[in-house]
């Protein structure tokens, strides 16, 4: 792998141009669907039954997580998304569905079944810090009669999508039947893959579009051990090359972001949050804003860029968060001037 290229600046014409083009998108998010809980309290005294704090509720609140999320986040930065994904036949799923119909009445391919609980994480919050997390969810593979529907209703919308995104959080919808299936058919109608992977399913994402792994994910499927001191470079290279992805893009942080493409060229992004209060969901920023970038024509170098500034935004607020157009432009601006 040669020497990291400098990283690409965008014009503010540029930019103006791909943002302009966000609303002409259409996406389809498949993957995992989470339901994300928050307990907002303070802490005052530790508990006296067990060296714990002793969190005093305030508040509670509702976010859409995993592929939900993702969703989320390419409405609010306006384009055109669909989401197809399973929930249980429960309380936590029929709040999912609301939350979904609050943000686009296009049609979804959401999926009830009634075996496995809609996947719940309960953060408890103090102070703005996470005090401890507890999950409700059911790992297992999704049933065969849940993959056909999933099959199904990706091949219906196919023709007229820019762009699929695969939000896979491991917790049994995506299969390697499915990803063999989506590559075939994406592949037949020139729609690009984005994939926000998780380790123990790298196998399946080979010829993606582009994935989008953590640096310790990256490290992992490439193959070295997570307490390895192995260069991003040489990591990078290897897990391009062995999946045969257009390209590669390592987020790595508070060092940024790392890009490898298929021609042998590279880029290491510098980070831009200026302060970190949470990271959650910032992984989800990232393939969102990636998606849409490329689905308005810009480079696979541009779009990284702008994926670094939406993730520098949403680690700067607490909890699932999510990005707006005006807020791009906003620190592009200040960014440029």
């Given amino acids: 792998m040669k020497t990291p290229l400098p990283v690409p600046a965008i014009s503010s014409r540029k930019l103006k141009a791909y943002l302009s083009r966000f609303s002409d998108t259409r996406i389809l998010v498949v993957g ?44 609010t930065l306006g384009g055109q998304v669909e989401l197809c994904g399973v929930i249980g036949d429960d309380s936590y799923g029929k709040q999912i569905l609301k939350d979904i119909r609050n943000i686009s009445k296009q049609r979804t391919g959401i999926f009830i079944d009634r075996s496995r609980p809609t996947i719940k994480k309960t953060r408890v919050i103090a102070h703005n810090q996470q005090i401890v997390r507890y999950d409700v969810e059911q790992r297992e593979k ?112 508070e060092e940024g972001m790392s890009i490898f493409e298929k021609d042998d060229r590279s880029w290491t992004i510098p980070a831009v949050a200026r302060q970190v209060y949470d990271v959650t969901g910032a992984g989800d920023t990232v393939v969102s804003t990636l998606a849409l970038a490329l689905s308005a024509k810009a480079s696979i170098a541009d779009a990284a860029v702008i994926a670094n500034q939406a993730a520098g935004i949403v680690v700067g607020m607490v909890g699932t968060a999510t990005v707006t157009r005006d807020q791009l432009q906003q620190v592009f601006s200040h960014d440029i001037a």
């Fill in 32 to 75: 995992d669907l989470i339901l994300d809980h928050y307990i907002w309290g303070t802490v005052n005294r530790v508990s006296p039954e067990a060296p714990v704090p002793v969190v005093h509720v305030n508040s509670e609140s509702y976010r859409m997580g995993g592929a939900a999320n993702v969703y989320h986040n390419i409405g």
């Fill in 142 to 253: 999704i049933a065969s009669s849940i993959e056909r529907k999933i099959i199904r209703h990706v091949d219906s919308r196919l023709p007229d999508l820019s762009c699929i995104v695969i939000s896979d959080y491991a917790k049994g919808l995506i299969t390697e039947k499915l990803m063999r299936h989506i590559q075939e058919q994406a592949t037949r109608y020139g729609v690009p893959i984005i994939v926000d992977p998780k380790v123990e399913h790298m196998s399946y994402y080979a010829g993606v579009t582009v994935i989008t792994p953590n640096y310790l994910e990256a490290k992992q499927g490439a193959g070295f051990l997570a307490s390895q001191q192995i260069p991003i470079q040489k990591i990078g290279g290897a897990l391009q090359q062995g999946l045969d992805c257009q390209a590669v893009v390592v987020t790595r942080g």
